[in-house]
């Protein structure tokens, strides 16, 4: 099958977004159109959306998968690369999105030209070590048990943003940036009527209790220009994984944007978006100097 994607349009080189776990690219329209001034911006989605594309069969479930790693994104958005005849793209990601992009830029560098890494899961070599000799301690983490508690259908779409609004980790969305959630991160109920939560609650929770472990290894040969975005309020990137980053990838390029949590780019999507876009201006001239000298 093609994999499903989301075209949000734009001119010039491509930019594809690689987006966060138990998200749909939708819910991020506000961070990526201001994208579209400068680049074609596409948005491939992940594994655990296919069900609901036309083509979906059971090779490409995710229960096919048994011992799946982080790197079967990285596969996928590959893979989706060939399917769309892409190379020499701008990768940004988010989270899960972050990650899966360093990976893919790793197994296939000439398909990147610039990486864009916003908050991605580098958890410290401690932690994830800790994660790797007690697998089901993991397994019981409070993100991975919360998400497989997660309420995932409502009556209707204002019901849903009613009860998102009160929730503490929705409180420093707009109200645009939740409608976005809520009308691109919920599908309806043919059968019932509902509303229900695109993201599968129980592949969120997947990647919560596997997370990522070679990232580490990855990062002293990744030699694109790429972008490191943390927002000071993360409960993910912790500061002992970003000074470790800072010391693995010197060359590039850390900003650290303060009054924000690990859900940047719903939380203040044009800012986060402007920072990309200045840096990528900043890359693009830097490219054209070097070739005019050259």
């Not at 201001?34 to 948005?43: D, E, G, I, K, M």
């Not at 959306?49 to 090779?59: E, F, Q, T």
Request: proline letters at 8%.
């Amino acid at each position: 099958m093609l994999i499903p994607h989301d075209n949000f349009g734009g001119d010039g080189p491509v930019l594809h977004f690689s987006h966060p776990n138990a998200y749909t690219p939708g819910c991020f329209r506000q961070f990526l159109t201001p994208l579209t001034s400068c680049f074609r911006v596409l948005a491939a989605h992940h594994r655990p959306l296919w069900y609901l594309s036309p083509g979906y069969g059971a090779a490409d479930a995710p229960e096919a998968f048994i011992d799946w790693t982080w790197d079967a994104i990285a596969d996928d958005l590959l893979r989706f690369l060939d399917q769309q005849r892409l190379e020499g793209i701008v990768g940004a990601g988010h989270s899960l999105g972050a990650v899966a992009t360093l990976m893919a830029a790793r197994k296939e560098p000439e398909r990147f030209r610039a990486l864009a890494l916003i908050e991605p899961v580098f958890l410290p070599p401690h932690m994830l070590q800790a994660i790797q000799a007690h697998p089901k301690l993991a397994a019981e983490r409070p993100f991975v048990l919360g998400a497989l508690r997660r309420r995932d259908r409502w009556p209707s779409r204002s019901d849903a943003f009613a009860r998102f609004r009160d929730k503490p980790v929705f409180a420093r969305w707009s109200d645009e940036a939740l409608w976005d959630y809520v009308n691109a991160g919920l599908h309806e109920d043919g059968t019932t009527g509902e509303v229900v939560l695109s993201y599968p609650r129980e592949w969120e929770a997947r990647f919560y209790a596997r997370p990522p472990t070679n990232v580490w290894d990855q990062l002293p040969g990744l030699t694109h220009p790429t972008l490191a975005i943390r927002a000071m309020d993360s409960d993910t990137l912790f500061p002992e994984a970003w000074a470790l980053w800072q010391n693995l990838q010197p060359a590039a390029t850390f900003v650290e944007m303060d009054g924000v949590g690990h859900m940047l780019t719903a939380e203040a999507p044009e800012d986060v978006a402007a920072v990309v876009a200045h840096w990528l201006e900043d890359v693009e001239a830097a490219a054209s100097n070097q070739s005019a000298s050259g």
